[in-house]
């Protein structure tokens, strides 16, 4: 049997307690008679994920479920195989339900053939459907659900007392999850969620990359400030609202104003 490296009362992270970088952000919820995971990462990562919940002590029967918290394959392409191995349900929000159940690899984001990327997507039955205002019981812990979307449609966050399970959201750095048109990104949606954070109450932040931090209103402001100004911006193509250059460009064309003159 090894340690329990608790972060905080009930929530352990599986890259911490691996000690080493497994991938995305996996957290375990131990409620005492029963424990979730938040989760599961890549394919290649699930036994050895399985084996430390063993090692700390966790009867693998007792695993209420396993959530997704959006359908980008990074977070989980190992869902069949943790799922079959757990003998436990999944959990998702209804906007990442098609993407995960039909192994769609554009919508996941598995595929970027200009990269050379290819993953292998397994479908995997979505049991249960989370939605914005139900609360979650596993045990004597309970998370509400939270609906974010604009990383993604199907981004899912979870608050649990002064902590918030942040998903692809929002980074230490003031980074976001990667905005793309493929997975369904809307900036608008991103900055409507970010403005939600930003506006709570939480004491700390639990993304699903890198380490969790106290939420701190200038990290979180610097990411929308940013994000507002992508809203109008030829960089983001499809995801971009509008594009104020274009506008203008037209009105002088339609007026006949020639350049330099």
Same mark, same amino acid.
């Given at each position: 049997?090894?340690?329990?490296?608790?972060?905080?009362?009930?929530?352990?992270?599986?890259?911490?307690?691996?000690?080493?970088? @497994?991938?995305?952000?996996?957290?375990l919820?131990?409620?005492?008679?029963?424990? @979730?995971?938040?989760?599961?990462?890549? &394919? +290649?990562?699930?036994?050895?994920?399985?084996?430390?919940?063993?090692?700390?002590?966790? #009867? @693998?029967?007792?695993?209420?479920?396993?959530?997704?918290?959006?359908? +980008?394959?990074?977070?989980?392409?190992?869902?069949?195989?943790?799922?079959?191995?757990?003998?436990?349900?999944?959990?998702?929000?209804?906007?990442?339900?098609?993407?995960? &159940?039909?192994?769609?690899?554009?919508?996941?984001?598995?595929?970027?053939?200009?990269?050379?990327?290819?993953?292998?997507?397994?479908?995997?039955?979505?049991?249960?459907?989370l939605? &914005?205002?139900?609360?979650? &019981?596993?045990?004597?812990?309970? =998370?509400?659900?939270?609906?974010?979307?604009?990383?993604?449609p199907?981004?899912?966050?979870?608050?649990?007392r002064?902590?918030?399970?942040?998903?692809?959201?929002?980074?230490?750095?003031?980074?976001?999850?990667?905005?793309?048109?493929?997975?369904?990104?809307?900036?608008?949606?991103?900055?409507?969620s /970010?403005?939600?954070? @930003?506006?709570?109450? #939480?004491k700390? /932040?639990l993304? #699903?990359?890198?380490?969790v931090?106290?939420?701190e209103?200038?990290?979180?402001?610097?990411?929308?400030?940013?994000?507002?100004?992508?809203?109008h911006?030829?960089?983001?193509?499809?995801?971009?609202?509008?594009?104020?250059?274009?506008?203008?460009?037209?009105?002088?064309?339609?007026?006949?104003? =020639?350049?330099?003159?």
């Open positions: 049997m090894i340690r329990r490296k608790y972060l905080f009362p009930n929530v352990i992270e599986m890259n911490y307690q691996a000690g080493r970088r @497994l991938g995305v952000n996996v957290y919820i131990d409620g005492g008679s029963e424990f @979730l995971l938040i989760d599961i990462g890549f &394919e +290649d990562t699930v036994d050895e994920i399985i084996e430390l919940i063993r090692q700390m002590d966790f #009867s @693998l029967s007792k695993c209420k479920m396993i959530i997704a918290t959006h359908a +980008d394959a990074d977070h989980i392409q190992g869902l069949k195989r943790a799922k079959d191995r757990l003998k436990t349900s999944v959990a998702a929000h209804p906007k990442s339900v098609k993407p995960l &159940e039909k192994a769609d690899a554009i919508e996941t984001y598995a595929k970027i053939t200009a990269q050379g990327i290819d993953l292998p997507m397994v479908p995997v039955k979505i049991d249960l459907r939605n &914005e205002g139900d609360t979650i &019981e596993v045990g004597d812990v309970k =998370l509400d659900v939270w609906h974010t979307p604009g990383h993604t199907g981004q899912l966050s979870f608050k649990m002064d902590l918030l399970f942040s998903g692809d959201n929002i980074y230490k750095d003031s980074c976001v999850g990667v905005i793309d048109a493929h997975h369904g990104s809307h900036l608008g949606d991103f900055v409507k /970010l403005s939600r954070i @930003l506006g709570d109450d #939480s700390y /932040l993304p #699903s990359h890198g380490p931090f106290p939420r209103a200038q990290i979180i402001q610097k990411a929308i400030d940013r994000l507002s100004g992508y809203m911006m030829a960089d983001f193509g499809t995801c971009a609202t509008d594009w104020p250059l274009m506008e203008e460009w037209e009105a002088d064309v339609i007026a006949g104003r =020639l350049p330099f003159s």
